[in-house]
């Protein structure tokens, strides 16, 4: 059953509530300890106020929102978060601290400060420059160290799926508007490495990483967040590159995302979601992964980058989504932060939280359902 732009509207307002007004769950008590750790405990994720990858990924949705409105609604609210990380000062550069400069790229002209500009082309730049690199020229994942703002964890020779999201959109991004093609052909080759050592052909899923130093994959899990990065992500890089990406490499990057959809959908579970192991039916179902999933299936279709015979698989994620969706705007059923596991227990004991990216991803899934 299709839910109407009514309903849809409803939960819409609702999770973009409670995501502007997003604080830590009271699940988040010890989160010094390694146990703790393990299962997703890390102080900095919860909550909108910090700068890091999941309140980037938030932001990114309700600018996605604020498109659709064309009313600057949410232009107060931008400001002030900007400002306020401006005033703290911004924590240490990486892959997952560039997600908040992804949706600051569209928001310079309104926010009215030349200072927002000179952050972007200045992280374009570190990324150009001095992020590590692992063989072959991948992005290092390096990451936000645990507890300390201002240091880094390297994750040393290691590449993970979630850097197409967090890091490679904004390169692209600011490459078409800046007319930078170094900039544009590091995206692109980013995204092509990404594939050549996550991408499964046997199923057509992806890996959550790939280590270097191992020559692995890690547990060869096939987590759902990690595919729905790619399956969202790359429409994104896609309807960025227009007519400048070279034919052969589009074709490429859709058969790609096209042999993962088909993967996808033969995995929906009977809810319409998609579980946090998408190959192991007992693990729990998870809403972000999902709604990131079929935001981009959606997308693909209204872009006839895929034919209508995958409107039904949308249309009961989408339906999946909304019933996950509390009476206060909480997106539920969303697991917490998850590094790299060697097991599919590690995936599986990751806990469930209200987090600012699951607001978002479902707020973004929602958008698309819209007519």
Known sequence: MKVTNEVLLKKINLIVDKLMNLGAPDCETDITDKAGLSKGLIPRDFGIAEWDWPQGVGLYGLRKLEDFYKDGRYSEFFKNWYQNNLEIGLPSKNVNTTAPFLPLVDLCDTLNDPIYEKMCIERAEWLMDYLPRTKEGAFQHVTSAIGDRQGVRLNESEMWIDTIFMTVLFLNKMGH????????????????????????????LFYHGWSFNENSNFGGVFWCRGNSWFTFG??????????TLDAGVKKILLDTFKAQVNALVKLQAPSGLWNTVLTDPTSYEEVSGSAAIV??????????????????????????????IDTDGTVLNV?????????ADHYKNIIIAPMAYGQSLALTALCEALV
């Open 177 to 204: 508007k800046y007319n930078r093609q170094d900039w544009i052909s590091e995206a692109t080759h980013q995204v092509l490495i990404h594939i050549k050592y996550l991408y499964e052909k046997k199923t057509g």
């Open 335 to 343: 697991s917490a932060g998850t590094g790299m596991g060697y097991d």
């Open 234 to 243: 790359i429409i994104d890089f896609l309807e960025m590159s227009k007519s």
């Open 295 to 324: 935001t981009g299936i959606l997308k693909a279709i209204k872009l006839g980058l895929l034919d209508e015979s995958y409107q039904i698989y949308a249309d009961k994620a989408i339906e999946a989504i909304c019933k996950n």
